[in-house]
C-alpha cells in the first residue's frame, strides 16, 4: 500500500458521489443544492479560494451564486446581505470568506448566518454541537482529515493523537472529531506555548500539524510508523520556479517521509479535501440529513 494519502484521488472520489446524489435529488425531489459565497474586498488569495469553490459547485451540479462586495461595505450592509440568503429557499448553505476587512467582526456575521445553512461549521451552535456529540455542520477541513483516516481505513481507536495548533477552524474542531466514539483516540493538542513539543509529538500515532510554518514539523518529532496528516499551506521562495515561490506544508515532507508510516502531501492532500467536504455539507443541507 502506498504511504502517500492522495488527496485528490479521495476527493474525486467524494465529488463523483456527491454528483450522483445531486441528479437523483434533482430528479426525485426537485431540489437543487445552492450555496452562497460572500466575499468582502480584494484579497487575491479569498478570490481565487472562492473562484475555485463556485467551479467545484459547477461541476457538482449545484447552484451557486457569489456576492462579491466591496472592501469598504459596512456591517449592517453584510449583515443584510447574510439575512437575504437565511430566508432565500434556493439557498441550503451560505459561505462567508474569511477574513473580512478589518472594520467588520467577523463574529457577529458568523452568529448571523442561519446555523442550519452554517455549511462552514463555525456558528457557536454547531461548535457547541461538535462538542457534545450532537448531529451538525463539521468544519470541512477537519471533516476532510477525518474522512480521509476513515477512507483509507487507518485504525483511530486508542491511538494517540496529537494536534499542533489550536484554531477554531482547525485544530480545536479536529480535536473534537477525534475524541469522538466513532474515532475513540486519546487526544492531546499543542500550541504556540507548549512546552517540549517535541516530546509530545513523538508520542503520536496520528500527528495533525496546523501550524502555518514551512517544514515546521522534523524527523526528531516523530515516531516510527506514525501517520502525518500536514494541513498546512505556506508559500516560500523558490527561485527555481516560475513564480518565484513555491506552497509547502507545515512538515519537512522528504525528511519525514521513510521515518513515518503515512503521510499527506502538500498540495494534494488536505487541500482537496476541503472542497470536496464543502459540497458534501451543502448537499446534505439540501437533503435536510443534518437539520431536517
Ligand atoms: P492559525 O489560526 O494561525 O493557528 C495556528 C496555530 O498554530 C495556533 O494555535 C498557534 O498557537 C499554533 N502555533 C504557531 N506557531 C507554533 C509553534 N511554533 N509551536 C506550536 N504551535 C504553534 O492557523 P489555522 O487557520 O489553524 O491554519 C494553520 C495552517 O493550516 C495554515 O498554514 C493554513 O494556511 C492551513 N490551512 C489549510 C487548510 C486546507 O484546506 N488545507 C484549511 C485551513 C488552514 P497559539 O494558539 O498559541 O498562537
Known amino acids: 500500500m502506498s504511504k502517500i494519502i492522495d488527496g485528490k484521488e479521495i476527493s474525486s472520489q467524494i465529488k463523483s458521489e456527491v454528483r450522483s446524489e445531486t441528479d437523483i435529488i434533482k430528479k426525485e425531489k426537485g431540489v437543487t443544492p445552492g450555496l452562497a459565497f460572500i466575499i468582502a474586498g480584494d484579497d487575491p488569495a ?5 473562484k475555485n469553490k463556485g467551479k467545484a459547485c459547477d461541476e457538482a451540479g449545484f447552484h451557486s451564486v457569489t456576492e ?5 461595505i459596512t456591517e449592517s450592509q453584510l449583515l443584510d ?8 429557499e434556493k439557498i441550503h448553505g451560505i459561505l462567508v470568506q474569511l477574513p473580512l476587512p478589518a472594520h467588520i467582526d467577523p463574529k457577529k456575521i458568523i452568529e448571523a448566518i442561519d446555523y442550519k445553512k452554517d455549511v462552514d461549521g463555525f456558528h457557536p451552535v454547531n461548535v457547541g454541537k461538535l462538542s457534545i456529540g450532537d448531529n451538525c455542520f463539521i468544519p470541512c477541513t477537519p471533516l476532510g482529515i477525518t474522512e480521509m483516516l476513515r477512507r483509507k481505513n487507518i485504525k483511530t481507536e486508542g491511538m494517540r493523537a496529537v494536534i499542533i495548533g489550536r484554531s477554531n477552524i ?14 475513540n483516540c486519546t487526544v492531546t493538542v499543542c500550541h504556540s506555548k507548549t512546552a517540549d513539543i ?3 509529538t513523538s508520542e503520536a500515532d496520528i500527528l495533525v500539524a496546523a501550524i502555518g510554518r514551512a517544514d515546521f514539523v522534523k524527523k526528531d518529532f516523530i515516531k516510527e510508523g506514525c501517520v502525518i ?5 505556506n508559500r516560500v521562495e523558490d527561485k527555481e520556479t516560475k513564480s518565484g515561490y513555491r506552497i509547502t506544508g507545515d ?12 503521510i499527506t502531501p502538500v498540495p494534494g492532500g488536505v487541500g482537496p479535501m476541503t472542497i470536496a467536504m464543502l459540497l458534501r455539507n451543502t448537499l446534505d443541507a439540501a ?3 443534518i437539520y431536517g
Open 46 to 50: 479569498s478570490r481565487v479560494y472562492v
Open 68 to 72: 462579491a462586495v466591496p472592501g469598504d
Open 81 to 88: 446581505l447574510i439575512r437575504g440568503f437565511n430566508s432565500d
Open 170 to 183: 482547525v485544530g480545536k474542531p479536529v480535536a473534537s472529531l477525534l475524541l469522538r466514539p466513532e474515532f
Open 198 to 200: 517535541k516530546s509530545v
Open 229 to 233: 496528516i500536514d494541513v498546512g499551506i
Open 251 to 262: 512538515v519537512d515532507y522528504n525528511g519525514c517521509f521513510d521515518k513515518c508510516g503515512m
Open 287 to 289: 437533503k435536510g440529513e
